[in-house]
């Protein structure tokens, strides 16, 4: 998987999916990015963003509403088994990338993930 493969996939589903899945997709692919970040953080990492691009999924993102519940479970799951490893520089290149996806958004909804790590 590509760097513009991911960000064309997040620019797709971004609308669908909401600004928390597309800034936990995010924040896992800068942590991915880190020389920092151990190899089995980066296999966990790798396993959920290629689930969030892959288009055999178990809950087809086409469903209203459910489509995209798995894919932010998966998200979730390997955000948080990885957290440790998500900096402040990771935080910031993830919000300035956003900023391309959504001119305008909250920044409690992304403090709402922000806590949670």
């Given at each position: 998987?590509?760097?513009k493969?991911l960000?064309?996939?997040?620019?797709?589903g971004?609308?669908?999916?909401?600004?928390?899945?597309?800034?936990?997709?995010?924040?896992?692919?800068?942590?991915?990015?880190?020389?920092?970040?151990?190899?089995?953080?980066k296999s966990i990492?790798?396993?959920?963003?290629v689930?969030?691009?892959?288009?055999?999924?178990?809950?087809?993102?086409v469903?209203?509403?459910?489509?995209?519940?798995?894919?932010?479970?998966?998200l979730?799951?390997?955000?948080?088994?990885?957290a440790?490893?998500?900096?402040?520089e990771?935080?910031?290149?993830?919000?300035q990338k956003?900023?391309?996806?959504?001119?305008y958004?909250s920044?409690?909804?992304?403090?709402?993930?922000?806590?949670?790590?």
């Amino acid at each position: 998987m590509n760097k513009k493969d991911l960000f064309n996939s997040i620019h797709k589903g971004v609308r669908k999916s909401g600004i928390q899945l597309a800034y936990m997709a995010l924040l896992m692919y800068h942590t991915l990015s880190r020389k920092e970040t151990p190899y089995w953080a980066k296999s966990i990492i790798s396993g959920a963003l290629v689930y969030l691009v892959c288009p055999a999924d178990a809950v087809p993102d086409v469903a209203p509403i459910l489509g995209y519940t798995d894919d932010l479970g998966v998200l979730s799951f390997g955000l948080v088994s990885v957290a440790a490893y998500v900096n402040k520089e990771v935080k910031e290149n993830s919000r300035q990338k956003l900023s391309y996806f959504f001119k305008y958004y909250s920044e409690e909804d992304l403090d709402y993930i922000d806590k949670k790590l």
